[in-house]
């Protein structure tokens, strides 16, 4: 039985993370031959985390993205309310590849310093309550690439 279980959970997290990964195409002949691959991330907060979110990014998640080979691009907030100018956390970071954005992700998620910095900045509960990602590729005629 615990063969079958241990087999089942391989299974599931096997299903899961191809599940979790798409395959990359260029959609467009404009798409630039020398972009970097760049990831598109929208952080929606727990209500009333957005500035324990940011204060988190600006002294821990910044750093670590570029101790992991990660670009931070910039970051933003919306503006307007309907648009979650209190609760979204907007962000650009590059990589060379999306192989090279795995391997990151993966060093990030592993390091002893993010663990501490997300456990610390989450002692009154959780900051974040969705993530999105999109990845994206520059165009030929993009002055970022």
């Known amino acids: 039985m615990k063969t079958f279980l241990a087999a089942l959970l391989i299974s599931a997290s096997t299903i899961v993370s191809f599940a979790a990964e798409t395959t990359a195409v260029a959609v467009s002949p404009s798409?630039?031959?020398?972009?970097?691959?760049?990831?598109?991330?929208?952080?929606?907060?727990?209500?009333?985390?957005?500035e324990a979110l940011n204060a988190r990014f600006r002294d821990h998640t910044c750093a670590l993205f570029k101790k992991h080979g990660m670009e931070n691009i910039g970051y933003w907030i919306p503006t307007d309310a309907d648009k979650g100018a209190?609760?979204?956390?907007?962000?650009?970071?590059?990589?060379?590849?999306?192989?090279?954005?795995k391997k990151s992700w993966a060093?990030?998620?592993a390091d002893p310093d993010w663990k501490k910095a997300q456990k610390e900045s989450e002692v009154n509960g959780k900051l974040v309550e969705k993530v999105?990602?999109?990845y994206l590729?520059?165009?030929d005629y993009s002055q970022v690439k």
Do not use: Q
Request: hydrophobic share 40%; glycine share 2%; net charge positive.
């Open 31 to 50: 798409v630039a031959k020398d972009s970097r691959c760049f990831e598109m991330r929208t952080y929606y907060a727990m209500p009333g985390k957005l």
């Open 86 to 101: 209190t609760n979204k956390l907007v962000y650009i970071i590059a990589h060379k590849s999306r192989d090279e954005a």
């Open 107 to 109: 060093a990030f998620s």
């Open 132 to 134: 999105e990602s999109v």
């Open 137 to 139: 590729s520059a165009t």
